[in-house]
Structures are given as C-alpha cells and as structure tokens.
C-alpha cells in the first residue's frame, strides 16, 4: 500500500548535525499531515516537528531554533535538519504521515524508525 522510508540517521558529535529524509511510496492519493516524532529508551514516542501541506510547521520547545523540517509535496519528501544536537537528541527518529489513498481511505503511516545518536 504505501511505504515511509527513512534515512540519514547516525551518529553525531554535541553540536554537531545530521539530516533525515523521508520518501513516501505506493498508492497515495494525497499527504495531510506529515512530521518527525522520536522514542528514547525508557519513553514515550514524542512528536519533534510536523509540517501540513500547506506548509504550516511546528516544533517540539526542545528543538525550537535548532531543528527545521521541510517537505516537497511533488516529489512526496519531508526532511529534518538537526544542528546543534544534543545528547538528549538521541532516540530513533519515526517519520509519520496522514494519508489519503485508494477509494479516498484515511489512514495514518509509520516509517520503520532510523537511529540518532550524540555522543563524543
């Protein structure tokens, strides 16, 4: 059906930066909602940035001034630019979109996650 893949993940330096991308595939009619959510060991996966498609964007207060997100809606992409990464950044990074496909069905997709890692 539709397929979120996810990459970029790594490892980085404190301070240092790291892009995602994200590429969704199949049978999609429309993307709503797209964004970037995180799941540290031990916690909740948390909601980073999500961007609409008109272009309205909204960022976690943890990464306000140091993440950006952005998206192509032709080419159905969505990116993360990560600067001044923290440890506390570290999880691995979901990429999540809302979809309209097929017979005009709703439904909500999950990439399979890609690891980031700050660390010296």
């Known amino acids: 059906q539709v397929q979120l893949v996810e990459s970029g993940g790594g490892l980085a330096q404190p301070g240092g930066s790291l892009r995602l991308s994200c590429a969704a595939s199949?049978?999609?009619?429309?993307?709503?909602?797209m964004g970037w959510y995180r799941q540290a060991p031990g916690k909740q996966r948390e909601l980073v940035a999500g961007?609409?498609?008109?272009?309205?964007?909204t960022y976690a207060d943890s990464v306000k001034g140091r993440f950006t997100i952005s998206r192509d809606n032709a080419k159905r992409t969505m990116d993360l630019q990560m600067n001044s990464l923290k440890p506390e950044d570290t999880a691995v990074y979901y990429c999540?979109?809302?979809?309209?496909?097929?017979?005009?069905?709703?439904?909500?997709?999950w990439g399979q996650g890609t690891q980031v890692t700050v660390s010296s």
């Open positions: 999540n979109a809302d979809v309209i496909i097929k017979y005009l069905i709703r439904r909500t997709y």
């Open positions: 199949g049978m999609i009619v429309s993307i709503n909602d």
């Open positions: 961007i609409s498609s008109g272009g309205t964007i």
